[in-house]
């Protein structure tokens, strides 16, 4: 999972290199009484600019990508704008890399990162594999359940059904996400049986995929929502499945500073008003992921 939702740890640099910001209309003043309450709950920065800077790679369909216009699209925009309209303000996409995005958070590049991100304890500790402070940690609004899904060429050449039947194999998959860590700690347990797991870590998972298609690694690691997709439908001409089943099950969160409670609860609130209105479901079947819905919003609900 990001896991690119663990779905992108080894954090490092600052969110300087941002592709470009996107801007997704939200409600204006005119807000009804529901919408400006929550509104006036919002941190002042917020309300005075009357825009949620939001941290995300568009680049990781369903989840979040560029439609043709160039324009946000995917289950994380679309909810964002949902619950824009819940705070009565505009939502502001920042395009950058996906390792680039909670260093981007601590130097406030932006209010928070919603992109298919997993809360995990790293993430929220801002910890690194070996306990190694690497950011100031953070505080999720889990809003999806996800999970690890291998991906490998259709017809399974390798016979790749499990994480164990990778051992002696290379395995190509985005670095920083959820899934690089699952797949370093494989790395023990091929070692115990002497058939060593290679390892390409990759700047995005259409990079890894475009390794797996080459025949260059026998499988890609990503997020169950976007493994599901190109098994569906295939990536740069080729054609994928899944194979196993899915691994560990966790949530997508919204990151935000540990130092802003005063968002986090607030942006928790409107995701639930999101949900109880329906207008999540709607979302979440547009996407075809309605498998991954939670029920209400989780405050560092992961594991």
Not at 42 to 62: D, F, M, T
Not at 170 to 194: D, H, M, N, P, S
């Amino acid at each position: 999972m990001r896991v690119r939702p663990t779905v992108r740890t080894g954090l490092a640099g600052t969110a300087a290199a941002v592709a470009g910001s996107l801007l997704l209309a939200g409600c204006g003043s005119d807000a009804p009484a529901a919408e400006q309450k929550l509104h006036d709950r919002l941190p002042a920065s917020v309300k005075s600019s009357g825009v949620l800077r939001i941290g995300a790679e568009l680049n990781y369909p369903p989840v979040d990508f560029k439609d043709d216009s160039g324009k946000p699209a995917g289950l994380d925009p679309d909810l964002a704008e949902a619950i824009g309209k819940e705070l009565g303000v505009k939502v502001q996409f920042v395009d950058t890399a996906f390792d680039k995005l909670l260093p981007g958070l601590s130097t406030n590049e932006f209010d928070l990162v919603m992109s298919g991100m997993s809360d995990n304890r790293q993430r929220r500790e801002g910890t690194d594999e070996a306990g190694k402070q690497i950011h100031p940690g953070v505080d999720f609004v889990d809003y999806f359940i996800a999970g690890t899904s291998i991906v490998v060429p259709k017809g399974n050449p390798k016979g790749v059904n499990s994480l164990d039947d990778l051992c002696g194999q290379t395995v190509a998959l985005q670095r920083g996400t959820t899934q690089a860590t699952v797949i370093q700690r494989q790395t023990a347990a091929c070692e115990k049986v002497k058939k060593p797991l290679g390892i390409k870590l990759t700047d995005s998972d259409a990079d890894a995929l475009t390794l797996v298609a080459g025949g260059k690694a026998a499988a890609d690691l990503s997020d169950f929502p976007v493994a599901a997709g190109v098994a569906q439908k295939g990536f740069g001409g080729a054609q994928f499945q899944l194979a196993g089943q899915p691994l560990q099950s966790g949530p997508f969160g919204m990151a935000v500073a540990k130092s802003n409670e005063q968002l986090r609860d607030t942006l928790a609130k409107a995701l639930d008003q999101v949900i109880r209105s329906g207008e999540y479901e709607k979302i979440l079947t547009k996407w075809g992921v309605t498998a991954g819905a939670a029920q209400n919003a989780v405050v560092n609900g992961g594991f």
